[in-house]
């Protein structure tokens, strides 16, 4: 009969679990800062437009290249693949792996 020692491992558990909530209180990301801004109105600044997109027709070719590259890598990862399946395939005909051979 196997012993199984389920204790330790709950033990473990909830050291861990006390230990994580024990150190929420001291992560500088969750303490409280004091506000250092004064309550005056400011002018509403309009938020920057932002344009998506090239630029200029350096960064258009840029993405043009990027795209032709990934397709052009897509279609030779694929053509060795096929190859990949055709011997894999002719193996499996020969029964290369096959536990019976005659």
Same mark, same amino acid.
Do not use: H
């Given at each position: 009969? %196997?012993k199984?020692?389920?204790?330790? @491992?709950? &033990?473990? %558990?909830?050291? @861990? =679990? =006390?230990l994580s909530?024990?150190?929420?209180?001291?992560?500088?990301a $969750?303490?409280d800062?004091?506000?250092t $801004?004064?309550s005056?109105? $400011?002018?509403k600044?309009?938020p920057?437009? %932002?344009?998506?997109?090239?630029q200029d027709?350096?960064q #258009?070719?840029?993405?043009?290249?990027?795209?032709?590259w990934?397709w052009?890598?897509?279609?030779v990862?694929?053509y060795? =693949?096929?190859?990949? %399946?055709?011997? &894999?395939?002719? =193996?499996?005909? @020969?029964?290369?792996y096959?536990? #019976?051979?005659?």
């Amino acid at each position: 009969m %196997i012993k199984k020692r389920p204790s330790f @491992l709950l &033990a473990a %558990i909830i050291f @861990l =679990l =006390l230990l994580s909530w024990g150190g929420v209180f001291y992560c500088s990301a $969750q303490q409280d800062v004091a506000q250092t $801004q004064k309550s005056t109105p $400011q002018e509403k600044e309009e938020p920057e437009k %932002i344009v998506v997109g090239p630029q200029d027709i350096k960064q #258009k070719t840029g993405i043009l290249v990027f795209v032709a590259w990934m397709w052009i890598s897509v279609f030779v990862i694929v053509y060795f =693949l096929r190859f990949k %399946i055709i011997e &894999a395939d002719r =193996l499996y005909r @020969l029964r290369f792996y096959s536990a #019976k051979k005659n």
